[in-house]
């Protein structure tokens, strides 16, 4: 990650879009079982409402940040198409000869087994190479070897 405004794909930009929606709605939600200024009952309701008040302002926290970095997304444009960086997707031949096409991204999504984060151990060794390259890299089993085949948006730019 360059400090500066990171690009971000089509896909990503998407499902953080989605996201947004999402939050904004459960948002409203919990906004909505709030009392305001109602008087709160015994011990027990205003820990509750306490607690409600909290997810809220959780929820306002996350909203902000996605909201943030979307507005980052637009500032810095499309991803590269010839380095790789935040947002790019490039295919890679590893040690063993398997060959996977990855998405670079900021922060890895529960059951998403084609996205690397930027500060895992592949991911940085990808920052800033291009086709052609070979990274290497700490896996689990010790020190390895990628080779990056291509770069480009494996889902499409709509």
Request: charged residues 25%; aromatic residues 2%; glycine residues 10%.
């Amino acid at each position: 990650m360059t400090g500066g405004p990171e690009p971000i794909s089509d896909v990503a930009l998407r499902a953080l879009q989605q996201e947004l929606a999402d939050l904004r709605a459960e948002r409203d939600s919990a906004a909505a079982t709030l009392r305001g200024e109602d008087p709160v009952g015994d011990r027990a309701d205003e820990a509750d409402e306490l607690q409600r008040a909290s997810e809220v302002a959780r929820l306002d926290r996350h909203i902000a940040e996605i909201e943030g970095r979307i507005r980052e997304a637009s500032v810095a444009g499309a991803p590269a198409t010839d380095v790789i960086g935040v947002g790019s997707s490039v295919t890679v031949r590893f040690a063993d000869g398997t060959e996977s096409t990855l998405q670079v991204g900021e922060v890895a999504e529960e059951l998403d087994l084609t996205l690397v984060t930027a500060d895992s151990p592949l991911g940085h060794a990808l920052l800033g190479h291009r086709a052609g390259d070979t990274v290497t890299y700490r896996a689990p089993d010790g020190r390895t070897t990628a080779v990056v085949l291509s770069l480009g948006d494996i889902h499409g730019s709509s």
